[in-house]
């Protein structure tokens, strides 16, 4: 494949298309320097005290690490003098970002889970940074949090960063699903993979096991014949893997297929699910989708979801279709 990079892909896109313009290419290209950004602190980690609690604590009440913290804010101050957007939310802000005043504003919204699986930093393993744009609604100046519940089918882009062994960026505008290598000599993103595909079958689940006993019945069966192997109705053996991380789980997924899960469980039966709907599930399930997978909150396709909150909760069975498909089929029985 010859070497194209991140801006020279949408450039391309962008003269040959009509799905992306100069303020979306503009956007893409301030996250992904945002993205390359959080990969140099990360990968610096406590030789430069980066590791740690940061001794506070995000809107969903949970201890935010050094990495939350300054990778929210690279994301904002990346974002905030483009003229590219009217304004931002983040998992780690009660509310949507405002655009300073002395800069201009654009017709899109950005959110973002900015380091995503931060428990894992300190043990040295792979997170990530999660995006999603939206147009911001006819007419709104200051957008509040309703100007950001929109379903996600109302996406116009939505991507990941995963900081791994290399750092990816993972790209979806409508049309197919990209993937972009860091080369961290040039420090430009190398166009690595296009039109990722998932496989309609797999041979792989991912799943916090240790919830087991508060799944809901139709979660509980799947797991269970997926268990059973070759000796139960499903006739074959199963795989497990959980790294804890979405954005790494999804990525092996959209890489070699597999089936995602963390559904609503009873261990706090007034949340709908532990992953945030506008900035996990709604991107992660864009990006799915648009690789031939599906996404699902167990009942409803997760993209059609009506948001209440701009930080509700959501449960998520996403991947490979015929697997999502299955476990759709056991919650209607
Ligand atoms: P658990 C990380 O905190 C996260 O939001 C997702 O990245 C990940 O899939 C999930 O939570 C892990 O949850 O309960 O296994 O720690």
């Known amino acids: 494949m010859r070497r194209v990079t991140l801006m020279q892909y949408l450039i391309e896109q962008e003269r040959q298309k009509d799905w992306i313009n100069a303020d979306l290419r503009l956007l893409i290209e301030v996250v992904s320097r945002a993205c390359k950004a959080i990969s140099i602190a990360i990968g610096k980690g406590e030789l430069a005290g980066m590791l740690g609690g940061a001794g506070s604590e995000n809107v969903q ?3 935010q690490k050094k990495l939350d913290v300054i990778s929210n804010e690279i994301l904002l101050e990346a974002n905030e003098w483009g003229g590219h957007l009217a304004a931002m939310a983040s998992e780690e802000m009660d509310h949507p970002h405002q655009i300073p005043h002395r800069f201009p504003r654009g017709e899109y919204l950005l959110l973002f889970d900015p380091l995503d699986g ?11 940074t999660i995006f999603s744009v939206l147009r911001c609604p006819e007419g709104v100046t200051r957008p509040d949090d309703n100007a950001f519940l929109q379903p996600g089918a109302s996406q116009v882009c939505a991507g990941y960063a995963v900081y791994g062994p290399s750092t990816l960026l993972v790209l979806t505008l409508g049309h197919g699903v990209a993937c972009f290598t860091l080369d961290r000599e040039t420090g430009s993103f190398i166009l690595t993979q296009t039109d990722m595909r998932i496989p309609e079958d797999t041979g792989e689940f991912a799943i916090n096991a240790s919830n087991m006993r508060f799944w809901e019945p139709p979660v509980k069966r799947y797991i269970d014949e997926l268990l059973a192997g070759k ?3 499903r006739g074959r053996d199963f795989n497990m893997r959980w790294v804890a991380s979405m954005v ?3 990525h092996r997924i959209l890489t070699r297929g597999g089936i995602f899960l ?3 469980d009873t261990k706090d039966p007034a949340k709908a699910g532990k992953l945030r709907l506008m900035y996990e599930a709604n991107p992660m399930a864009f990006i799915v989708e648009q690789a031939g997978g599906a996404a699902t909150n167990g009942r409803e396709r997760i993209l059609d979801l009506r948001p209440t909150g ?4 959501v449960a998520v069975i996403l991947g490979s279709k015929n697997e999502v498909e299955r476990v759709s089929g056991y919650h209607a029985a």
Request: glycine fraction near 12%; aromatic fraction near 4%; avoid cysteine.
């Open 61 to 63: 009440g949970e201890a």
């Open 231 to 233: 000796t139960g109705p």
């Open 248 to 250: 790494a789980d999804v």
């Open 118 to 128: 931060s428990s894992n930093i300190d043990v040295n393993i792979s997170v990530g």
């Open 262 to 264: 963390y559904p609503r």
């Open 310 to 313: 701009l930080h509700q909760r």
